[in-house]
Nanobody
């Protein structure tokens, strides 16, 4: 029932910015911990950042001070504002919703940081 659709990825130069969006449908948005994960070629999927329903946040050390999460509970949308992007941020970014109802993943959106 729950579906996650990511958007906002693309090609950006080092130092540039992108905003990723994840829209949840088919479930109660407020009941899930929402997270962003990424997977670079040949590497394991890793947590980028996540936000619990009570507002608790966690994030990877490599993105602290550069990436910011936010929720829009009216639009059922989870955002990741990415600033000062680096080449090592290049990956497929996946939206995740985790809660008592289940664990769900989006299809992913490609972020490529290159000059």
């Amino acid at each position: 029932q729950v579906q996650l659709v990511e958007s906002g990825g693309g090609l950006v130069q080092p130092g540039g910015s992108l905003r990723l969006s994840c829209v949840l449908s088919g479930g109660a948005f407020r009941s899930y911990r929402m997270g962003w994960f990424r997977q670079a070629p040949g590497k394991e999927r890793e947590l980028v950042s996540a936000m619990s329903p009570d507002g608790y946040k966690t994030e990877h050390n490599s993105v602290k001070g550069r990436f910011t999460m936010s929720r829009d509970n009216i639009k059922n949308t989870f955002y990741l504002q990415m600033n000062n992007l680096k080449a090592e941020d290049t990956a497929v970014y996946y939206c995740n919703a985790n809660g008592a109802q289940g664990d769900y993943w989006g299809q992913g959106t490609q972020v490529t940081v290159s000059s």
